[in-house]
């Protein structure tokens, strides 16, 4: 087998040490974004571990997320939050500008924000006001 058919995305990008920059990159957009600041905590801290842990097993790394926090459930997670088509398009931004400023390239840039995307869209759980 070629080795693009057995590496994961996780493996491609350089493995924990990218997760954490782009993880951190991220949520340095989050809380400058108007529509998603005030649905997030004051403090970052936990929320950066929280998704470190995730995206990490979500793009083929181990199953630290499953290992502290149990079965994912994202969308149960996220019903307290109303997450309506404008917070999805902002939290995409924000996550466009994390991968692009940590220059993750094709073909990684277009598969991560394809999963990124549907799994945003699915988080979806208020009509726009
Ligand atoms: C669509 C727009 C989204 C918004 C507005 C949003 C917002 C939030 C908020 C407010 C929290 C709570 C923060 C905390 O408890 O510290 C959260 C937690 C989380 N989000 Fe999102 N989120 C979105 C999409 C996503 C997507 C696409 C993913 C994964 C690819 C994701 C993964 C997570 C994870 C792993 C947590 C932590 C859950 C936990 O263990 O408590 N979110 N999100």
């Keep these: 087998m070629k080795q693009s058919e057995t590496q994961t995305v996780y493996s491609g990008i350089g493995g924990y040490e990218k997760i954490e920059q782009i993880v951190d990159t991220f949520y340095g957009h989050v809380e400058q974004n108007p529509i998603l600041r005030p649905l997030f905590p004051d403090d970052f801290t936990e929320t950066r571990h929280k998704q470190k842990l995730f995206l990490t097993q979500f793009f ?11 079965h994912p459930m994202l969308r149960r997670r996220h019903l307290p939050f109303p997450i309506t088509p404008s917070a999805r398009d902002a939290w995409l931004s924000c996550m466009h ?19 990124l995307t549907l799994t945003a869209n699915h988080m979806m759980n208020t009509p726009e006001s």
């Design 60 to 70: 083929g790394g181990p199953r630290l997320y499953e290992a502290e926090r149990g």
């Design 97 to 115: 500008l994390a991968l692009v400023e940590n220059q993750i390239e094709d073909p990684y840039y277009t598969e991560m924000m394809e999963r």
